[in-house]
């Protein structure tokens, strides 16, 4: 069964304050892991889509990596407006087009 | 601009009814899905529809159903057996294989 696991549950930052969030992972041979962002009462918005160990995409502050276990999202010199809860979602070569997600982390960026 | 609507964004519930989430989208993607996102919880799939007229359960499916009679259209049933039907519900749509999700803007539907 795939699993995903996101840590910490929450992240209360200084603004300026850079930090990492961790999604761990098993999966039976990935296709592609995913980063959303979804703000409060929204629908999640796409990020980033990391495909083999070693992958790197940036956008704005944002970072994520891929190794063959976990994901790192690296928020650098966060900003209020990065405020938002990140899940990340793997997608299984054998799964289709389905989606595991994990249970996200909360990130509050304190001006 | 292209996108996915979900309609009514609130809903209200009795005991015992049974109510209809509208999800629609332009994007021409083939594959649709419905999540229920309960408070501090991940994203659970409910069912999913790869082509018109097919769908498949996901992991959670019991007390809901779903029709696909047109590429545009995904609606989710919530039926009185769902026993705990509160919860915030996605809408999500693909293309093809390796490509993330494009998310609607979800219904929040409260048991009263």
């Known amino acids: 069964e795939d699993q995903v696991t996101q840590s910490p549950e929450a992240l209360r930052l200084q603004e300026g304050e850079s930090s990492s969030l961790n999604c761990s992972y098993t999966v039976s041979g990935l296709r592609g892991l995913f980063w959303y962002r979804q703000d409060p009462g929204k629908g999640p918005e796409f990020l980033f889509t990391?495909?083999?160990a070693g992958e790197e995409k940036e956008k704005e502050r944002l970072k994520a990596t891929l190794t063959k276990k976990e994901s790192f999202l690296h928020i650098t010199a966060p900003k209020p407006e990065d405020s938002a809860t990140y899940l990340c979602a793997v997608q299984a070569k054998a799964a289709g087009n389905k989606l595991t997600f994990g249970g996200g982390t909360r990130v509050l960026v304190k001006p | 601009d292209g996108g996915i609507t979900q309609s009514p964004k609130y809903l209200f519930r009795k005991e015992g009814q049974n109510v209809t989430l509208s999800c629609e989208q332009n994007l021409n993607h083939d594959a649709m899905y419905w999540y229920r996102q309960d408070p501090g919880q991940g994203l659970r799939l409910i069912y999913y529809s790869q082509i018109v007229n097919d769908f498949q359960k996901g992991d959670i499916a019991e007390g809901y159903s779903v029709s696909r009679e047109k590429k545009e259209s995904f609606p989710l049933t919530v039926t009185s057996a769902q026993k705990n039907p509160t919860a915030f519900y996605l809408c999500?749509?693909?293309?093809?294989?390796?490509?993330?999700?494009?998310f609607g803007s979800g219904t929040r539907l409260t048991v009263v």
């Open positions: 999500a749509s693909s293309p093809t294989l390796n490509y993330g999700y494009t």
């Open positions: 990391l495909y083999s």
